[in-house]
């Protein structure tokens, strides 16, 4: 399913802004080589919050449009509202600039086909092979220009909006912005629903360039949890600094991550019969107990790689109608053709309304496995990594882990080994992961 690129990784091309692989002349060249491959003539482009965000989205647009192309900017809104913004103006693609879940240092840029969903790896690896073509269709009659459409962002707002049943609303609900993408979207989506008539929060949506992520939003929970349970709200939603993940906080402060959403989502699609829901798609990193749970109501689970480019492959290759990570990339292909955390926030309240559920306990319900991710920095380059050793060792200790397993990676977005182990003891998992951490420290 993957193929060897040297630019871009499992979401889009990504690195410290500025420098490395994310410069302004890399971003010109990746602009222009889109253009040439996609040999469309309208584009959509958004971004997020990061300071470097509009440098790089000058150079970025300055390459498409001395390839002709007439680029449309929506300004700062998540990445699936460039998805929905492709759909909606026709366009022949689009480009997000954004490090999703990184601090600000780092900054990326991802592409988007002409149907609003994340391109192949293929698709990547021809877009690479054109970056440094000198065969440019420069000419006086071959200038694009530039459209500001900050319109976009409140029609993808609305859109969401549309899917949020009146009765699914509940007072006492928190949202956490990551001083991201979504800080421009929530308050929309806020103002066209009932949330608006009842108490609700918005949280972390200040941002100076500088602050997205920063002890906020799905990679610091704790900002979440700390206020649903201070301020004795009923529900909390965070997301990542390019709204295309969610996790959820219970009134009790406890986290219900991808798996569990994916285990609500899962029921509700199939109590409606909608197409695909005897079909969802995880990755190799969701709990065990997730597939136990789903077989329960008849609903098989398919796994695949880490990347919700991957699950939507996954998914359209077996025609499943859900699919996602543990980490809150959620896609539900009746609704959109992208991990959304909005949309996913939404049809979580929808599903819990209709399915009767109980929010406070479904943490307790779903009962996991113990579960460690534990991260090794990677000072070579990943591709050094000698996995084939790697997984010697993996497979040795395997076999002391009864009806549990472990998995090893390296970080498609940063440089880390990723290993997981999960089992039905915590103590078994703690002692395996001690002893992996220190064997494969040789290896990064």
Known sequence: MSVQRKYFGTDGVRDLANTGNMTPELALRLGRAFIKFNHGKKIVIGLDTRLSGSMLEGALSAGMTSEGAEVFSAGIIPTPGVSFAVKELKADGGAVISASHNP?????????GSDGCKLSDDEELAIEKLLFSENNNNSQDNIGQIHQRPDLVKNYAEHIASYLDD???????????????????????????KFSALNTAIISREFDGRNINK??????????????????????????????????????????????????????LKKRNAPGSDKVV?????????????????????????????VLETMRENNAGLGGEQSGHIIASEFTGTGDGLCTAVLFLNAVKDLGENISDLVDRFGRYPQKLTNLALKKSRDLVDIEA?????????????????????????????ILVEAP????????????????????
């Open 215 to 268: 002890n906020c939003g799905v990679m610091h929970m704790e900002n979440l949890t700390d206020y649903v349970v201070k301020n004795k709200m009923s529900l909390g939603f965070a997301f990542d600094g390019d709204a295309d993940r969610v996790l959820i906080c219970d009134n009790k402060g406890r986290i219900i991550d991808g798996d569990i959403i994916l285990w609500v989502l899962g029921r509700w």
């Open 390 to 418: 790697v997984n010697k060792i993996v497979s040795k200790y395997e076999a002391e882990i009864s009806g549990g397993r472990i998995f090893v990676r390296t970080s498609g977005t940063e440089p880390l080994l990723r």
């Open 425 to 444: 003891e915590k103590n078994k998992v703690e002692e395996i992961s001690n002893i992996l951490a220190a064997e494969l420290e040789k290896f990064c």
């Open 167 to 193: 009765d699914s609303v509940i007072n006492n609900v928190v949202f956490d912005c990551a001083c991201g993408a979504s800080a421009m979207s929530v308050p929309v989506l806020v103002e066209k629903t």
């Open 282 to 310: 995880v990755t190799v990193m969701s709990s065990m107990a997730l597939e136990a749970h789903l077989k329960k109501d008849g609903i098989k689970t398919l796994r695949c790689p880490v990347g919700d480019r991957y």
């Open 104 to 112: 600000a240092e780092y900054n990326g840029i991802k592409f988007l």
